[in-house]
């Protein structure tokens, strides 16, 4: 079972892989005649707005500095290319819509409509959601085990991974605010801050994976097994934030991660006796099956809900189930060591 779970996990990564191509609405003659249009004019089918007065640094252009607009609006960025770009995605697709033709993407995404200047509201409230879940989850963790669970004598939790769960939580939980605040405003910034948040978290994971499914408890074995994966994981990190935002190679690095913890869990999953073992199963082959919605990426039902959206939505259980697994290891674990204790 552990074999054919991966094979489906290896083969829904790697399709992402393919995926990574020119958008087909940025080579529109249509689309881009309109955008250069706009940016003389500042209007778009009758509909002008007020950021073409100003440069896309939000100098001024042919106006004094208290017609910019507050700082509650500028923090979005939201510049007269932007805009222009944006309000003509939605005018040639009405157009296509009109001749029967169906969606297509805009620099890499779907032609989403806006609410109250978020540009993926649906997945900002999904990212959202599981960040909730996943501090809910720390919380009730670390509730047991420092509160439900008996001490050592040294005052120490029973259970040897406590302290690698609690850093796991504040991966994740870092990697969903900063994936709501990127579906939010795609910019320069919350990208580079989305995508190494998401390259720490695969990364911890998998350190994670390893220690817990290989029982390595000793701090020395430890330090040698994370050292050369957060080494590279640095590196890779530094790489796309100063050198180049390589978006093929940071997949790549991703798939291998995601593959290799995968893996490591399926066959811990498969030989271990844990009473625990199935909640393993379901999260991996649930993980598999919401990965196929990123790989069938279908264009935004009302504008709003697209693949990517519910696989935002299919993590939600995922990780619920994940750190009930988390606390049923714990509570394993510490009711095998003191009965080795008596």
């Given at each position: 079972?552990?074999?054919?779970?991966?094979?489906?996990?290896?083969?829904?990564?790697?399709?992402?892989?393919?995926?990574?191509e020119?958008?087909?609405?940025?080579?529109?003659?249509?689309?881009?005649?309109?955008?250069?249009?706009?940016?003389?004019?500042g209007?778009?089918?009758?509909?002008?707005?007020?950021?073409?007065?100003?440069?896309?640094?939000?100098?001024?252009?042919?106006?004094?500095?208290?017609?910019?607009?507050?700082?509650?609006?500028?923090?979005?960025?939201?510049?007269?290319?932007?805009?222009?770009?944006?309000?003509?995605?939605?005018?040639?697709?009405?157009?296509?819509?009109?001749?029967?033709?169906?969606?297509?993407?805009?620099?890499?995404?779907?032609?989403?409509?806006?609410?109250?200047?978020?540009?993926?509201p649906?997945?900002?409230?999904?990212?959202?959601?599981?960040?909730?879940?996943?501090?809910?989850?720390?919380?009730?963790?670390?509730?047991?085990?420092?509160?439900?669970?008996p001490?050592?004598?040294?005052?120490?939790?029973?259970?040897?991974?406590t302290?690698?769960?609690?850093?796991?939580?504040?991966?994740?939980?870092?990697?969903w605010?900063?994936?709501?605040?990127?579906?939010?405003?795609?910019?320069?910034?919350?990208?580079?801050?989305?995508?190494?948040?998401?390259?720490?978290?695969?990364?911890?994971?998998?350190?994670?994976?390893?220690?817990?499914?290989?029982?390595?408890?000793?701090?020395a074995?430890?330090?040698?097994?994370?050292?050369?994966?957060?080494?590279?994981?640095?590196?890779?990190?530094?790489y796309?934030?100063?050198?180049?935002?390589?978006y093929?190679?940071?997949?790549?690095?991703?798939?291998?991660?995601?593959?290799?913890?995968?893996l490591?869990?399926?066959?811990?999953?498969?030989v271990?006796?844990?009473?625990?073992?199935?909640k393993?199963?379901?999260?991996?082959?649930?993980?598999?099956?919401a990965?196929?919605?990123?790989?069938y990426?279908?264009?935004?039902?009302?504008?709003?809900?697209?693949?990517?959206?519910?696989?935002?939505?299919?993590?939600?259980?995922?990780?619920?189930?994940?750190?009930?697994?988390?606390?049923?290891?714990?509570?394993?674990?510490?009711?095998?060591?003191?009965?080795?204790?008596?």
């Amino acid at each position: 079972m552990a074999r054919h779970c991966f094979v489906l996990v290896l083969v829904a990564l790697l399709c992402l892989v393919g995926l990574l191509e020119t958008s087909p609405g940025d080579a529109d003659p249509v689309y881009r005649s309109c955008v250069e249009q706009c940016e003389k004019t500042g209007c778009v089918g009758g509909k002008c707005f007020q950021h073409c007065n100003f440069s896309a640094d939000g100098n001024p252009v042919d106006g004094p500095w208290y017609l910019q607009e507050p700082l509650y609006i500028q923090w979005k960025q939201w510049d007269c290319r932007s805009d222009c770009r944006y309000h003509c995605m939605l005018y040639r697709e009405e157009e296509r819509q009109k001749l029967g033709q169906k969606p297509i993407k805009y620099h890499g995404k779907w032609p989403f409509k806006r609410v109250y200047g978020i540009q993926e509201p649906v997945s900002v409230a999904l990212s959202a959601l599981n960040l909730a879940v996943q501090f809910h989850g720390w919380v009730s963790f670390y509730i047991l085990v420092n509160y439900k669970l008996p001490f050592r004598s040294n005052k120490k939790t029973y259970y040897e991974y406590t302290g690698l769960w609690n850093i796991y939580a504040l991966f994740a939980m870092n990697a969903w605010f900063w994936s709501a605040v990127f579906h939010s405003r795609d910019v320069d910034l919350t990208e580079k801050l989305d995508y190494s948040s998401a390259v720490a978290l695969l990364g911890y994971s998998l350190i994670l994976s390893i220690i817990r499914a290989f029982s390595v408890r000793l701090e020395a074995v430890r330090v040698m097994v994370a050292a050369p994966l957060l080494a590279f994981v640095t590196t890779h990190i530094l790489y796309l934030n100063f050198y180049k935002l390589d978006y093929g190679w940071n997949m790549k690095v991703c798939v291998a991660m995601g593959i290799l913890q995968l893996l490591v869990w399926s066959i811990w999953a498969g030989v271990t006796h844990h009473p625990s073992r199935w909640k393993l199963w379901v999260v991996v082959l649930g993980g598999a099956l919401a990965m196929l919605l990123e790989i069938y990426d279908f264009p935004p039902y009302w504008d709003l809900v697209d693949a990517h959206a519910l696989w935002h939505a299919a993590t939600i259980p995922l990780a619920y189930l994940w750190w009930s697994f988390v606390r049923a290891d714990s509570e394993f674990r510490t009711s095998i060591l003191i009965k080795k204790t008596k």
